[in-house]
């Protein structure tokens, strides 16, 4: 059962003041959080509002059940005081009091438009500054609505996002976009009271950033190559790529040069045409190619002579042409050399100078003129003598000088062999020694020096015998020594006949053999030894007779036999006369004829 003290209002805690923006169309009170009866049944409460302050702010005002609505006035600034007055059915009372402050929004902040490029940050900065109708009260702007960029203080290094707070004097500093695309990027502004939403305006203003395109430069890259060799290939450089572009986010432009691999040593451009891009401004650098010289070594062929030959043409030849180039391709250097006929044997150096190719570069390399002694045979003339003669003067023939060639320079050996005086036969070394020259090779041939043997005849004598006497002692006679030499100093041959004492009468020979001489070429004449026979006179004896008679035997008388030797001992001759006994008167001759003797010459009388 409720008693009227029940029914007694109460304030449990005084409502709070209110302060919102200007443009909040309502405020709502829960009744009930502060007024209750004594038995706690606040749905028993009646309520009277009523306003003094500042006329207008509220426009009009609802309780419904404990809930209590203040509609303002959209325009409405101001204070007003809110008192609520709670009454339940006894008469009694309780009332509370709160302020509604309603509080002046800011106007729209000042902005501006600027241009910026895209991928970089804006070198204008967009100023924002508060409204002239605000008054100090304004003391802050909020940034939103950032679109397509990034939005920074001045310094452009801190950043701003979607909400944040900066103060006017930051605004008045300017704020500075970072576009990321080409095209339009904006951001709101809202000034405000405070640095929260507190105070916000309602109203904002929109700075619009125009991006264009960024400035990229394409360059052809600088390059080179070499004059025959193949064209390297040809690349772009950038320059000015944002926010992580590459180049596979253009159309590159088309890159192409006149040049080809027989192209002449030169500088082309590498030129860039063509090329697209959304973001980008293409700035087409067109490149260089530096076609060097190739390599071309040029060297000097060795030549070589024999001192005395004319020098022979010089000539050069060529390492590292291309492109079927000859030496027609270039003035070819010039090859010298220091050598005349005056300067002797050595190597001489074979120069290379000048010479100039527009497609080479010429590298000279030197080459050498070997000038060779000439082969000059000096041979020792051979000699030739015979036993008992004198050594006689050494010369030497000289081989390899051309026809009236007088040898320059040139210091002849000396001549010299190994016997003096009256050498004996054989063969003796006639030596060169020493000579020189500086310009010959001498190659010194040794003589001979031949020693002959002296003919020495030796003759065996003739000797005669007449059968059966004793055999004479051979001997021989010598024809040819030299030097007062004589049998002495020789092996004299040995001599002998086949004839004994006992040998018949006739022509036996005196043979010589053998015998030796170092000196002596030893020519044998043999002898001969006669055994004759022993005289043996045959005498017809004389003889008459008398006309008429018989003619006599007739006889012979013998002189000359030896050793009791007779007419047996022979073949007595024939005797005969051309007589008769009736031969007219007168003498006629007794004839011998024939007969024979090995050991007696018979002489017939």
Known sequence: ???????????????????????????????????????????????????????????????????????????????????????????????????????????????????AVYGTLSTESVAVTKNPLDGPGVTHLQVADITNGNLYHADGVSQLNNGDFITIEQGQAGLRF???????????????????????????????????????????????????????????????????????????????????????????SIQLTGGTADNYELALVNGVLNIEKASLTATADDKSINFGENLP?????????LNGDTPTALNEPVASTPYTNASGTGNFGIELNGGFA???????????LSVSKVRLVLKADDKKIVYGQPVPELTMSIEGLESGENPVGLVLPT????????????????????????????????????????????????????????????????????????????????????????????????????????????????????????PLTITAENQSFTYGSQVPQFTLNYAGFTNGDDATSITTPVVSASVTSNSPVGNYAITLSGGASDKYNLQLV
Not at 359 to 368: Q, V
Request: charged share 15%; net charge negative.
């Open 1 to 115: 059962l409720r008693t009227l003290v029940d029914l007694i209002p109460t304030l449990k805690e005084a409502i709070p003041d209110f302060s919102v923006n200007e443009g909040t169309e309502k405020i709502t009170v829960n009744l009930n959080s502060y007024f209750t009866d004594q038995d706690l049944q606040e749905a028993n409460l009646d309520y009277d509002i009523s306003l003094s302050g500042t006329p207008g702010i509220v426009s009009h005002s609802e309780i419904v059940g404990t809930t209590l609505n203040l509609f303002l006035n959209s325009n409405a600034v101001g204070e007003t005081n809110v008192t609520v007055k709670a009454s339940a059915a006894v008469p009694a009372t309780v009332s509370d009091v709160f302020k509604l402050e309603v509080l002046e929004l800011p106007d729209a902040p000042l902005v501006q438009n600027i241009n």
């Open 178 to 268: 970072f576009p990321t695309i080409v095209g339009q990027g904006s951001f709101s502004a809202y000034a405000s009271t405070s640095n929260t939403n507190d105070g916000l305006g309602a109203e904002k203003s929109t700075a619009l950033i125009t991006a264009a395109k960024a400035p990229l430069q394409v360059k052809a890259v600088d390059v080179s190559s070499t004059y025959g060799q193949p064209l390297p290939v040809y690349s772009l450089a950038y320059t000015g790529f944002v926010l992580g572009d590459d180049a596979s986010d253009i159309t590159a432009p088309q890159i192409s040069s006149i040049a080809n691999i027989t192209s002449d040593a030169h500088t082309y």
């Open 313 to 321: 043409a010089l000539t050069i030849s060529y390492s590292g042409f």
């Open 358 to 368: 527009e497609n080479y570069s010429i590298t000279r390399n030197d080459g050498t």
């Open 415 to 534: 001549l010299s062999v190994n016997a003096a005086g009256t050498p004996g036969a054989g063969e003796y070394t006639i030596e060169l020694v020493g000579g020189s020259s500086n310009v010959y090779d001498l190659v010194l041939l040794d003589g001979k020096l031949t020693v002959s043997k002296a003919p020495l005849t030796i003759t065996a004598e003739n000797k005669s015998i007449t059968v059966g006497g004793n055999m004479p002692t051979l001997t021989m006679t010598y024809s040819g020594f030299v030097n007062g030499e004589d049998q002495n100093d020789i092996t004299p041959p040995t001599i002998a006949t086949t004839a004994v004492n006992t040998s018949i009468a006739g022509q036996y020979p005196i043979n010589l053999s053998g015998g030796v001489a170092s000196n002596y070429s030893l020519t044998l004449i043999n002898g001969q030894l006669s055994i004759n026979k022993i």
